[in-house]
């Protein structure tokens, strides 16, 4: 199915088409796509011109959102429904496009394919929460003689913008729940690995959607700002860091903004936890994808009288773990991070740390874009003097703390400008309850790592980490608006 969207180039490296509204075209240049694995050049993606994304823009605004809406609700699940096989036919493809393109572990890869998959799938149920309100008028001497509905309205046209790390996933989660609640989209995928998205959108052209209710914007981030602008579209739904998502909302003025940024997630780790048990989940959430996670953990907090031994098992755990090259290690937990850059940034991270005083527990390593998982132990006082705390990491990086005692872990955990999950460990249920009630964070997992699946519970930030929920039924409410019926009996 994806014979039809690229063409092999003259050095043998295929050379993608993007999709406007209905038709697959060529841009006015291409951009290379590197593999983070090997710095290969794997694909070269088309760049479109101003006026073909004017004619991308204007097509799915100006037909597009009237079909969308004009497609049957059981009609937009048959085409989802139909896409999820699709891709279950064509799950191979995805999987290694995503170990080459973003350079993830295979597990990782596999992991987010079927979550896409089974997001695909769930819109037969999702579509039920697409529902409004019924307001009788006797409760007022006003209202007496009326009633209103309140029904879930398209915004008509939305802009859907995904980040590096999950790019077919997130990508999907934003497609998805438009498409879902009759709105027509424009998706703007990440420019270092925007494959996994090109392949969904073709997977969703041959799904029996309205053609020209989509379009996939490949262009780069810098060039987005008459677009954000633009008064056709209504909304704009973000995912990437916080920096960026501040930009948006200042460019584009008055529109809905559904906003998931950075993160700065604590583990707090109370006295009478399981230790080991919660280090084990405390690695995973430092290294996976190599912490190139929103919901990675950054901060941990441990009480006093179980610190030493919490950190003589973390670094013991964590000295085990190594980036590995994904192709050549099928069970590699963490590979590369997306580019040199990136490593380049740890490291000045690392650096500014030691500077401060942080002291590291395991020797920094790193190897082009492969970086070993680095814990620096810090104490209070040092903490908000350092980049790792107040930017927004993106790396295997973690800051270890001792705590006196549970109110000291939230006072830290909560002097954080970001807000976005949190995890506590702990054998104590009111313990957890108390410790959970008091974050300033949207999503607190007790007894284990922030983690949100396909999001079947609905996530997402306070604070600097965002504005609105995503998730299952959650991100239909940020994708559409409401609109009052009221009706007159006089
Ligand atoms: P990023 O902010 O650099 O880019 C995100 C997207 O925005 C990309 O598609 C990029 O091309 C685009 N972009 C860049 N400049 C733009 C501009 N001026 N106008 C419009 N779009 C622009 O983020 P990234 O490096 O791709 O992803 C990592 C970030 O994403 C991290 O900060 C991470 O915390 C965040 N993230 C958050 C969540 C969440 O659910 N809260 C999930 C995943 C990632």
């Given at each position: ?50 006026e ?23 009609k ?84 859907a ?14 497609v ?22 090109i ?8 799904s ?24 056709r ?46 280090v ?50 099928e ?86 400008r ?37 999001g ?35």
């Open positions: 199915i994806f014979d039809e969207i690229y063409e092999i180039g003259e050095d043998g490296v295929p050379e993608f088409k993007t999709y406007i509204a209905g038709k697959w075209i060529y841009g006015e240049k291409f951009k290379d796509i590197k593999s983070p694995i090997n710095g290969e050049v794997i694909a070269r993606v088309s760049i479109l011109s101003r073909q994304i004017e004619e991308a823009i204007s097509t799915t605004y100006e037909i597009g959102r009237e079909k969308i809406r004009d497609y049957p609700g059981e937009r699940i048959s085409s989802f429904l139909k896409a999820a096989e699709m891709m279950k036919e064509a799950f191979d493809d995805f999987v290694r496009i995503l170990i080459l393109d973003a350079g993830k572990p295979k597990s990782n890869a596999m992991g987010e394919v079927k979550a896409t998959i089974e997001r695909l799938e769930k819109t037969t149920f999702e579509f039920g929460r697409l529902i409004g309100d019924y307001i009788p008028g006797d409760w007022s001497e006003e209202t007496l003689e009326s009633e209103a509905i309140v029904k879930r309205e398209p915004y008509g046209l939305i802009l913008i995904s980040p590096f790390n999950y790019p077919l996933f997130i990508s999907a989660t934003k998805i729940p438009a498409l879902l609640s009759g709105n027509a989209v424009l998706l703007k995928p990440a420019s270092a690995d925007p494959l996994a998205p392949l969904f959108t073709r997977v969703l052209e041959l029996g959607l309205p053609k020209e209710s989509f379009s996939l914007l490949t262009v780069p981030g810098g060039f987005m700002d008459d677009i954000v602008r633009d008064k579209i209504r909304a704009i739904t973000f995912t990437g860091s916080t920096e960026v998502g501040e930009h948006i909302i200042r460019t584009g003025g008055i529109k809905a903004y559904h906003l998931e940024l950075g993160g700065k997630d604590p583990a707090i780790v109370l006295n009478d936890a399981n230790i080991e048990e919660s084990e989940k405390i690695v995973k959430g430092i290294v996976t994808y190599s912490g190139q996670r929103c919901d990675a953990i950054r901060l941990i907090l441990v009480e006093e009288d179980i610190y030493e031994q919490f950190r003589e098992s973390l670094v013991a755990q964590l000295s085990k773990i190594e980036p590995k090259n994904p192709l050549e290690d069970n590699a937990i963490m590979g590369p991070l997306i580019d040199e850059d990136s490593a380049n940034y740890i490291e000045e991270i690392y650096k500014d740390a030691i500077e401060k005083g942080a002291r590291p527990l395991l020797e920094f390593r790193r190897r082009g874009n492969y970086v070993w998982p680095i814990v620096l132990e810090v104490n209070n006082e040092i903490l908000p003097t350092l980049r790792a705390f107040n930017e927004d990491v993106f790396g295997p990086l973690a800051l270890l703390i001792k705590v006196k005692d549970e109110d000291e872990a939230i006072e830290i955990a909560n002097s954080s970001f807000g976005l999950d949190a995890a506590v460990f702990t054998t104590c249920e009111k313990r957890a309850r108390k410790v959970a009630r008091k974050l300033e964070v949207g999503s607190v997992f007790i007894n284990e790592y922030p983690r949100h699946g396909i079947y519970y609905p996530f997402g930030g306070m604070k600097d980490s965002g504005i609105g929920r995503e998730g299952i039924g959650y991100s239909l409410e940020m994708l559409t608006t409401t609109k009052t019926i009221v009706h007159n009996f006089r």
